[in-house]
């Protein structure tokens, strides 16, 4: 089956750092969403993003849905431990299928 | 508490002996769907469901079944496991149809499942 190309797969920051990770496809997506895993819990959506060109921020998060519709990266500022955990983009193709990356893995060194 | 529940968390089994893992959502959704999660591959999905009665196969359906009788309730099933399918299960549950085209996608919290 078809897969987002995410990276990086893996980070490793300190406390105050910005981060930046992108994902890329061969394909259209309709919508492109970026989802956070805490350990041991399930993917929770952190931005939906609807629109080609769209630029969305929630709180310290930025997220920008690409031009051609094939791409998408997500801006965290100043992280802060709670940052901590998996993250991955998620395109959206006809109702409700969803795509998903491989993840990143932000780890944060206080 | 609006949630979707999973049981059980942990599974270990041996290879043919059949299995369910049970998913329930209290919100009324729809549309649910199961997706597995394996290092590197990110969350694939095995199968879904539109409504009650109408499944339909993901992207990694071989070796799976489901079934939705009941809106809140959506089983997966292994008839006989092997150990490819050790794995990080998730189930999800959203509406069917939103304004801009997508509704959010609520996950459970996983079953982990090794196969011996």
């Known amino acids: 089956g078809q897969q987002l190309n995410q990276s990086p797969q893996s980070m490793f920051i300190q406390e105050g750092e910005d981060v930046s990770m992108n994902c890329t496809s061969s394909?259209?997506?309709?919508?492109w969403l970026w989802y956070k895993q805490d350990p041991g819990e399930g993917p929770v959506l952190l931005i939906a993003?609807?629109?080609?060109?769209e630029l969305t921020s929630n709180g310290r998060l930025t997220a920008q849905f690409g031009i051609t519709r094939k791409d998408s990266f997500l801006n965290i500022s100043a992280s802060i431990p709670s940052d901590v955990g998996i993250y991955f983009c998620a395109g959206q193709r006809g109702a409700q299928k969803l795509v998903f990356g491989q993840g990143t893995r932000l780890t944060i060194n206080p | 508490e609006a949630q979707v529940t999973q049981n059980p968390r942990y599974l270990i089994t041996v290879t043919g002996k059949k299995l369910t893992v049970t998913c329930s959502q209290n919100?009324?959704?729809?549309?649910m769907s199961w997706y597995r999660q394996d290092p590197g591959l990110g969350l694939r999905q095995i199968y879904y469901s539109m409504n009650v009665e109408v499944t339909d196969k993901g992207d990694v359906p071989e070796g799976y079944k489901v079934s939705r009788k009941e809106k809140r309730n959506f089983p997966l099933i292994l008839e006989s496991p092997s150990p490819n399918q050790t794995s990080l299960y998730f189930c999800?549950?959203?509406?069917?149809?939103?304004?801009?085209?997508?509704?959010?996608?609520?996950f459970g919290p996983g079953t982990r499942l090794t196969v011996l």
């Open positions: 993003l609807y629109k080609a060109g």
């Open positions: 394909s259209i997506f309709n919508t």
């Open positions: 999800a549950s959203s509406h069917a149809k939103g304004p801009n085209g997508y509704n959010e996608q609520f």
């Open positions: 919100m009324n959704h729809e549309y």
